[in-house]
């Protein structure tokens, strides 16, 4: 008998819990899950490795030092653009003797990059990997080159011999990787060709001088590189109202007499509030939205001598200061537009923000709203 009340109230206990857990599981079903959306940001890069000139001598005679340091923009979680400066030495043979002769250099590039591992895999912040590729020009100024001169002067004839110094316009392009150390340091790899003039290394060849360079170093991240947004919630099934109670028996009453009239003021208008709310990062009024405008119109027009506080809000949580106060004011003109376009005059309208200086509700998501108030 006792194991049979223990096992019953195991069993009550058990369906007591599916049924909270059935009712939370209502009350919270998720309508839009949350995102990690990408942000655009600045970065930098500062490499070094080597470079290599092509040219009449075995490979490893024409390696020389070379550094670079970049910094960027990135506009999208795709396409970025940077600038940057790179160089230091660069090599040249005298066939005939094989004679050795070094110069120094210093580019000016401009970028375009294009994220490749984005591109295939997606967008994935927390990704180790990830490759880019990019193509741009530059400016080659080349100095000090006096060995080539020397060359020159003892009577081996360098037919595009410069002196002084010469500029070069060049083309280029490269792939590179960036190794995730965290959300902001990357350790960073780098091969690029560039394309100068034939007169870049002082002796003709009839085609084009290419320079390669392979670099490695740190790209460094600045600000925030993405951000998460909330989930979005369906609202919780209302309660089924009670039944009401039957109502009592009247008692019997004795007549009163009839209190003389007073005069009737004139019913005053209440105060109306609709408060519009904005999905993450937007300035669109929704459908579900636009319907409280029409009702505040609708209102609006019974009652022309009211007149209405339109407020726009951002949610603290999401994008920094500068950023929601312009959300904020964005969504405020929508409304105040909306309201023109339902044909509101502009006089009875003001328009305010706040950014995230102020929070009306407690929940975040409520905070992208738009407070409008009669007065």
């Known amino acids: ?100 002769y070094k110069y120094n250099f210093l580019q000016g590039n401009i970028d375009a990059t294009l994220d490749l591992s984005n591109l295939f895999c997606g967008f994935n912040p927390k990704r180790v990997f990830g490759a880019y590729a990019f193509l741009g020009v530059g400016l080659n100024g080349a100095f000090n080159n006096d060995e080539a001169v020397a060359i020159n002067d003892a009577g081996n004839t360098l037919q595009y011999l410069w002196r002084d110094s010469k500029f070069n316009v060049a083309g280029r392009g490269g792939l590179g990787m960036n190794l995730r150390l ?15 003039s034939d007169k870049y290394n002082s002796k003709k060849a009839g085609n084009a001088d290419w320079q390669f360079n392979a670099l490695a170093g740190f790209t ?63 300035s669109t009024i929704r459908a579900s939205e636009q319907k409280k405008i029409d009702e505040l119109i609708e209102f609006l027009k019974a009652n022309p001598d009211v007149k209405v506080a339109v407020c726009g809000y951002a949610d603290k949580q999401t994008g920094n200061y500068n950023i929601n106060q312009r959300i904020s004011e964005r969504r405020a003109k929508a409304v105040a537009k909306a309201l023109t376009d339902g044909g509101i005059a502009a006089e009875r309208i003001t328009v305010d923000h706040k950014g995230d200086t102020v929070q009306p509700f407690s929940s975040m998501r409520e905070n992208r709203v738009v407070i409008c108030l009669t007065e």
């Open 182 to 196: 965290s959300d902001h340091v990357f350790f960073n790899l780098e091969v690029n060709a560039n394309v100068l």
């Open 1 to 100: 008998m006792k194991l049979r009340c223990k096992l019953a109230a195991l069993a009550l206990g058990l369906s007591t819990i599916a049924a909270f857990a059935q009712t939370g599981n209502d009350t919270l079903r998720i309508k839009e899950e949350g995102k990690i959306e990408f942000n655009p940001h600045w970065y930098m890069q500062v490499q070094g490795g080597v470079s290599h000139t092509i040219g009449e001598s075995k490979f490893g005679d024409l390696i020389s030092p070379a550094v670079a340091l970049y910094g960027g923009y990135q506009f999208t979680d795709l396409w970025g653009l940077r600038a940057g400066l790179g160089g230091w030495e660069a090599r040249g043979a005298w066939a005939p003797s094989q004679n050795i």
């Open 220 to 282: 460094i991240k600045f600000g925030k590189t993405y951000k998460k947004t909330e989930p979005v919630y369906y609202p919780p099934e209302p309660a089924p109202e009670p039944e009401p109670a039957p109502a009592p028996e009247p008692e019997p009453t004795t007549p009163v007499p009839e209190p003389e009239p007073v005069p009737v003021e004139e019913p005053k208008v209440e105060p109306m509030q609709q408060n519009i709310f904005f999905l993450i990062d937007s």
